[in-house]
């Protein structure tokens, strides 16, 4: 069982090392979600096993779907229902994953019953009355039960009518996601209008692609206008890519060891755009060799400062934070004021940690100035956020004497990711 505190032993030497990393999660859940509205069979192989991925299977099953997983073949097999839930109530819960709870409400909206999903209390903290507001638009019956439209949600579902909507998913790309993935099987066309911007744009391009693989178009002009006429997700074989965000650790683990980590089966034609992550690295003085099947990054002496907008991808912000202070010069990451609504306030937690450790850092309403800054020993905070926990461990690394506390939180995208970490050290 792993303890309260995971303590860490900095690297003996630089890594020369190949990583392979679990499935994407973003494309696990958008698959499963796909597949159980499909008409036929879907095997989903390469599929991620966490916390969040469990969460939209078993809420699949409670609202009827038969789902087999296969855990030691990383496999989902999915008996898609057609578009038509068969389950006329259920209480689901989401835990605390963004993906399931988001994509999960619109899903329930094509149903025909009262529906009711729930979440932990951080999820109960994370808005999501822009996407309800869209749902509305478009003839669903939906309503938040916490104060500032937050979940539970209930569902009062009779079909979706179609129509015009708009939706603002200026604080999560996965109201939009949500929204063109069930679209589909509304009564008519829908068209999507975006209203005051969009946040992680890289996760709208996943979604269509993913749609597109289960035999479903969607019209568009940029990110601004969708059209979604009637049609019918198909059954099929489907490999889920390994997951960028879980490879970026291993990425920047080279960059501040002065090592070599290659990651197997991803590229940069991949449909995550956390692989972007190694164009910074790149700038930052890192070698970045992209291959068909993989993509390698040499660290060099010592990383240089860099000034980015990391909106694009976001996810992989708190981990160029926790890096910063090792680099030569500052490290200023903006437009990432989405990350205070997510699993934590993202940048007050990297903020926090990081002045914790000993870094001059000074916190912004949309981003983050780290300086360069020598680091003392700390026991770090990780707020049960999986994120928080992955990117302070990375400085484990490299400075002595870092603990992480409730290492165990990282089962939510990468239940392994410690065991993994090891292989650094062969």
């Not at 306030?345 to 903020?351: E, G, I, M």
Request: charged share 20%; with cysteine; glycine share 8%.
């Amino acid at each position: 069982m792993i303890k309260a505190v995971l303590n860490l032993i900095p690297l003996e030497r630089p890594p020369h090392a190949t990583v392979t990393v679990p499935g994407s999660k973003s494309i696990t859940n958008r698959a499963l979600l796909i597949a159980a509205l499909a008409e036929g069979e879907s095997i989903l192989d390469g599929a991620l096993f966490s916390d969040d991925t469990h969460h939209m299977a078993e809420s699949w099953k409670r609202l009827g779907v038969a789902i087999v997983a296969e855990e030691s073949a990383n496999r989902f097999v999915v008996q898609g229902c057609g578009g038509r839930i068969p389950a006329t109530q259920a209480d689901l819960f989401a835990g605390n994953a963004g993906t399931a709870m988001r994509f999960l409400v619109a899903a329930l909206c094509v149903g025909n019953g009262t529906y009711r999903i729930d979440g932990t209390p951080r999820m109960r903290q994370r808005p999501i009355q822009d996407l309800v507001d869209a749902l509305v638009q478009l003839g669903a019956d939906v309503r938040c039960e916490s104060p500032g439209g937050c979940p539970p949600v209930v569902i009062q579902a009779a079909g979706l009518r179609g129509g015009h909507t708009t939706i603002d998913a200026s604080k999560s790309s996965q109201f939009l996601s949500a929204v063109l993935q069930v679209a589909p099987y509304a009564q008519a066309a829908i068209t999507v209008d975006l209203k005051n911007g969009l946040v992680a744009a890289p996760y709208i391009d996943m979604t269509l692609a993913v749609m597109r693989e289960f035999g479903v178009e969607v019209e568009r002009s940029g990110y601004e206008h969708f059209r979604i006429s009637p049609q019918r997700y198909r059954g099929r074989a489907y490999r889920i890519e390994p997951d960028a965000s879980g490879a970026h650790y291993f990425w920047a683990a080279a960059a501040i060891t002065g090592g070599c980590v290659r990651v197997e089966g991803l590229s940069q034609a991949s449909l995550q755009g956390d692989v972007r992550f190694v164009d910074i690295l790149e700038q930052m003085g890192a070698t970045v060799r992209r291959g068909a099947d993989f993509i390698e990054v040499q660290g060099p002496a010592q990383l240089t400062g860099v000034d980015v907008d990391m909106n694009a991808i976001s996810d992989t912000a708190p981990t160029l934070a926790a890096i910063a202070p090792l680099a030569s010069g500052p490290v200023h990451i903006r437009n990432v004021g989405h990350l205070r609504l997510q699993e934590s306030d993202r940048l007050h937690a990297v903020a926090t940690e990081l002045k914790r450790l000993g870094a001059t850092v000074v916190e912004e309403a949309e981003g983050i100035q780290i300086m360069p800054s020598l680091l003392r020993s700390a026991d770090v905070s990780t707020y049960d956020d999986h994120r928080i926990a992955m990117s302070f461990a990375l400085l484990g690394l490299r400075v002595p004497g870092v603990g992480i506390c409730d290492p165990d939180c990282v089962r939510k995208t990468f239940p392994d990711f410690f065991d993994r970490l090891e292989v650094l050290r062969r």
